[in-house]
């Protein structure tokens, strides 16, 4: 570095050094703003993999955001270490982006619409098409084909046939606009804007080549048969992916051929639901991620049909499955509408556990014209369980097969038609839910119960003002932090889910979409809660969903107490995406400077890049330290007890504001690491040779001379030592005879900054004299708390985020250890003398 030559120089004017202390200002600002960003890339990847524990919170805006602030500050790493060291680091910035764009492809939902047929078959498709055809379709095709299970017959509807039509209008733009200005807040503006929306689709033919084919598909599988009818459901790209997206979107029922068409435009229409729109919005999404398939599949005109659970979402430790069971069709179990059967089937034997039967009082049906029907239950057969044993051992074994298939936790939907054959509606992964308190249980035997009952939803506790809900024209009297209670848990509900503290629902149950929905946004919920709906409106209360109860008044401590942790599964596809993430995040594959794969060719993760910037960094500050002759002169002498020639460089003062003289005793050294470090070198004293042997000592230095270049020996062993510090920051370099020890610490008032870094090498004695002393040193430093990294007779230690005061002690008795370390290889004949000076070290510097 010719920074360093003019800096170094002994002829010159202050002109010229002034110049060249400019310049290596820049080149310190660099390097500072180096440490700086490796420092909070460190801390944020460290506090994803504290998430990826399990014991916080956390959602895709979070990984967003985390991911987003470390590719700014690994290009800030990057760029200042070409500024620092020139275009040898630029492939860097390819590596660096070759890792970003992957990351965003693990955080991105948005799929690109592959081309593809207009329709398939269900017995056509499977896990490979979720592309086209969207999760549902595809396990769909898979649940048939793979698993040989009974699943409804069907095709279904591309989502490049959704394409095809939105851009035959050229409907996104349009679309986008209108959706720009939406206040997801406001349920009145949101239902305007769903509407304006929905017009657009409706109103809007479809291509003329998507209709005819989609009718050819129907004829197929309908044969012309006039009494057949079909459901018409949602697909869409990212639905039952890492966001649920349970019940946002429309289903119909018992569909005719006349009806096909405006069936599935209205299915593509309710992704701009008002339930929808916010759905998406509040998770940070745009329309355009979400391309639409949809299934047309063969109506079954369900005696039962339910719900299984391959594992309790509440409580999974219990080891059990829940089957949820109504009569009829299932539209009135996943709305909320009816309170289902619930069966617990251990998972050790497939043994029933428990039973609850609840009263059954109507049922959606189908009559032979297709029309949906509500009928009311005989009343005898209100009280009845819906499901038999035999129905129940045939559907669990159903379940295991599907969880086994696809290797987690599944939420099933099921029927069993009128001639008692079961059928397998759709699979989707279940969010597992783990929850604890955090705090000692307060004592409640003085508040007052107002409700109690039903089934946890999601753990938890909220307090605030009732606001009873009957329909979605009464969302907007919701403000935040109200407690809800409806009285069914419907899908329009999810619009207020981000401002309210609790939700209670009177009907129900945990098998309903907006269940589901809760669970995702971590919302105290309960259903079943008859006795719920008699607390008059306004009424403040606080709601243990939990325990299920509810009593008067705002009960912070009871609130506080119950806060759950959440233990997300690795089932958990949130939970997945960050462990995606921390694979190309955190790894650290190059470790040693030294060896001969510590080059930019093997980045392959953040942390690769970070210690290597840091590393090489750290390098180019030191680069021009070789090229000083021994009578050069540097800025500031340190004129101390200690016989080592030591010139200082202030990073951050002026040329004007240094000594005229040119030298400073110790006590006037203006670094807080320095002076530290010299407080312990002082401390200590210049070091008596260690008791060898005239043979011994012969023999070093013959080895020493010989591992030199002819003519190398005396200019080696004369080199002076420098120190390039700052107020906090401290660089310094250390020729002690023929060893060498670079130090480099940051000492300041913000935790997370500080550390301290010591590369030890080289030494006089022979290699196995050498590796003794690195040892000795290595369990000195291992009892103060360093971690350490050896190599030969190299050594690379360091200590990070502690507070000021231990950095200090800490640099303190590193000067120390170097004075008492001070040519020591020379006597380290063997392993004994090795175990006697570490112990008799670790005595004094414990004193």
Not at 261 to 267: E, I, P
Not at 531 to 550: F, H, L, N, P, S
């Amino acid at each position: 570095m010719s920074i360093f030559r003019n800096l170094f120089q002994k002829k010159h004017n202050d002109k010229s050094l002034q110049s060249a202390l400019l310049q290596m200002q820049g080149k310190f600002k660099n390097f500072m703003s180096i440490l700086e960003s490796n420092n909070k890339v460190l801390k944020l990847i460290s506090d994803l993999e504290e998430k990826s524990q399990g014991d916080y919170l956390f959602d895709i805006n979070y990984l967003k955001k985390s991911v987003n602030e470390i590719k700014l500050d690994s290009t800030d790493i990057i760029d200042n270490l070409v500024m620092l060291g020139g275009n040898q680091y630029l492939p860097l910035k390819e590596i660096n982006n070759g890792i970003f764009n992957l990351l965003d492809d693990i955080l991105s939902r948005k799929t690109r619409i592959i081309r593809d047929d207009y329709c398939k078959s269900f017995n056509l498709i499977g896990n490979s098409d979720i592309p086209g055809f969207g999760g549902k379709n595809a396990r769909m095709g898979e649940l048939t084909s793979k698993l040989n299970l009974p699943v409804p017959e069907g095709f279904a509807i591309s989502a490049w046939a959704y394409k095809s039509f939105i851009d035959k209008h050229d409907l996104s733009t349009k679309i986008s606009d209108k959706i720009k200005q939406v206040d997801i807040k406001n349920f009145g503006d949101l239902k305007k804007v769903s509407q304006e929306v929905e017009e657009l689709i409706l109103n809007s033919p479809l291509p003329e080549d998507l209709s005819d084919n989609i009718m050819q598909f129907y004829n197929e599988l309908t044969s012309g048969r006039q009494d057949y009818f079909v459901s018409i459901r949602s697909s869409a790209l990212g639905e039952d992916t890492e966001l649920s997206f349970a019940g946002q979107y429309a289903s119909f029922l018992g569909v005719s051929e006349n009806e096909l068409l405006d069936s599935y435009k209205k299915v593509l229409a309710s992704k701009f639901s008002p339930n929808a729109i916010y759905y998406y919005l509040s998770h940070n999404l745009d329309e355009s991620e979400l391309a639409m398939s949809v299934g047309c599949v063969k109506m079954i005109n369900a005696r039962i049909s339910g719900v299984i659970y391959t594992h309790d979402p509440v409580k999974p430790d219990d080891n059990c499955m829940v089957v949820n069971s109504i009569y009829g069709l299932g539209q009135y179990l996943v709305d909320g509408t009816v309170t289902p059967d619930i069966v617990r089937i251990s998972r050790k034997d497939n043994s029933i556990i428990s039973t609850d039967i609840n009263p059954k009082t109507s049922r959606l049906v189908m009559k032979q014209d297709g029309v949906l029907n509500h009928e009311n239950i005989p009343k005898a057969e209100q009280d009845l369980i819906s499901i038999t044993e035999n129905e129940l051992a045939i559907l669990i074994d159903f379940a295991v097969k599907i969880e086994k298939h696809y290797g987690e936790p599944q939420d099933i939907e099921w029927v069993i038609d009128k001639h008692g054959q079961p059928f397998i509606l759709q699979t989707r992964p279940l969010r597992l839910i783990k929850a604890s308190p955090r705090k000692q249980m307060p004592d409640i035997s003085g508040f007052q119960l107002l409700a109690s009952g039903g089934t946890t939803v999601c753990p938890g506790g909220g307090y605030g003002k009732v606001k009873h809900i009957k329909s979605s024209a009464d969302l907007d009297k919701v403000s935040q932090g109200d407690v809800v209670i409806a009285r069914n848990p419907f899908p329009g509900l999810v619009t207020v889910l981000g401002k309210i503290n609790a939700l209670i629902a009177v009907i129900g149950s945990v098998a309903s979409h907006l269940a589901t929905i809760a669970r995702e946004y971590r919302i105290p919920a309960v259903v079943g809660m008859k006795e719920a709906g008699a607390i008059e409106e306004g009424t403040t209360i606080t709601v243990d969903a939990g325990t299920c109860r509810v009593y008067r008044g705002n009960l912070d401590e009871l609130v506080e107490a119950i806060q759950p942790e959440f233990d997300f599964f690795d089932g958990d596809p949130l939970f997945n995406v960050l462990k995606k993430l921390l694979r190309n995040l955190s790894p650290l594959n190059l470790i040693h400077p030294l060896n001969d794969d510590f080059i930019i060719a093997n980045c392959k993760t953040i942390h690769d890049i970070t210690r290597f910037a840091h590393q090489k960094s750290m390098d180019e500050m030191f680069k021009g330290a070789d090229m000083i002759k021994k009578d050069d002169w540097v800025g500031i002498r340190l004129k101390s007890s200690i016989p080592i020639h030591v010139e200082i460089i202030y990073i951050d003062k002026e040329l004007s504001a240094m000594p005229k003289k040119r030298v400073i005793k110790p006590e006037q050294i203006d670094c807080l690491p320095m002076k530290a470090f010299w407080d312990g070198v002082i401390q200590e004293g210049w070091p008596k040779p260690p008791p060898i042997k005239t043979k011994g000592f012969v023999s070093v230095v013959a080895n020493a001379k010989a591992k030199q270049p002819k003519g190398e020996f005396g200019k080696k062993f004369g080199k002076k030592s420098f120190a390039v510090l700052s107020k906090e920051f401290m660089i310094l370099s250390l020729k002690m005879g023929y060893h060498f020890i670079t130090y480099e610490a940051m000492c300041s008032d913000v935790i997370s900054k500080n550390y301290i870094k010591m590369q030890f090498k080289e030494g006089g004695a022979s290699v196995d004299r050498r590796i003794r002393r690195i040892k000795l040193i290595t369990k000195v430093l291992e009892y103060f708390g360093f971690d350490n990294s050896t190599k030969g007779d190299f050594l690379d230690t360091s200590v990070s985020y502690e507070s000021k005061e231990s950095i200090l002690e800490k640099l303190r008795i590193l000067g120390r250890l170097t004075m008492l370390t001070k040519q020591l290889d020379m006597a380290m004949s063997n392993d004994s003398i090795a175990d006697f000076y570490t112990q008799d070290i670790l005595r004094k510097l414990k004193q």
